[in-house]
């Protein structure tokens, strides 16, 4: 478990380490190195569009099968069929929006171009306050791109951070994830 912990955090330092201030404008850092991240871009605005479209279908044309999916809250690791059975439910709202606007963005491909990394930052409308970052891990066989792993989290600027934890309630923070004795086994199989 501690592996993973280590792994996940230093491909997000490694993936983060260079990006600048935000602008305001979508960018693509490193676009050759590995070959071109073009069709890894289409793939990743697909899915956007098919999450602004609450469309499952179209999300698991690039969800791999036995990938991981990491929700905002704690408590969200899931598989493809978890992720599918939370977003059929929060797909039935209609008062909830999901019209947004990724507003920076950068790419990384591996040296050999059959695995890359894309983060996008983007402002939902019922978190107006609180941007959210995703960051998505794909893998290029068979001709297609597949997203093995994708993680959705709030971002806060640092200066925040004291006003965020005074308002969380304590026993909030104490929880601890349910169910974390999947998540090994579920990383074990994506890097496989």
């Not at 330092?13 to 871009?41: H, Q």
């Not at 507003?103 to 983007?122: A, H, M, Y």
Request: proline content about 4%.
């Amino acid at each position: 478990m501690r592996l993973f912990y280590l792994l996940a955090l230093g491909l997000m330092f490694t993936a983060c380490n260079d990006m600048d201030d935000d602008n305001g404008e979508t960018t693509t850092t490193n676009p050759n190195r590995g070959g071109d991240s073009t069709s890894l871009v289409a793939v990743i605005d697909s899915l956007h569009a098919a999450f602004k479209a609450k469309s499952l279908e179209q999300m698991n044309a690039h969800f791999a099968e036995h990938g991981t999916f990491v929700g905002t809250d704690p408590n969200e690791f899931w598989t493809r069929q978890q992720l599918n059975d939370y977003l059929a439910v929060a797909f039935k709202s209609t008062t909830d929006s999901y019209n947004y606007t990724v507003s920076k963005r950068v790419t990384r491909l591996s040296d050999n171009g059959k695995s890359g990394i894309v983060i996008d930052q983007f402002t939902l409308p019922f978190s107006p306050n609180l941007p959210i970052r995703s960051i998505a891990y794909a893998e290029h066989k068979n001709g297609k791109w597949s997203i093995r792993m994708f993680s959705w989290n709030f971002i806060a600027n640092n200066s925040d951070v004291d006003k965020l934890n005074a308002a969380i309630k304590p026993t909030a923070q104490a929880e601890k994830p349910k169910d974390t004795t999947k998540v090994p086994d579920a990383y074990t199989e994506m890097i496989r």
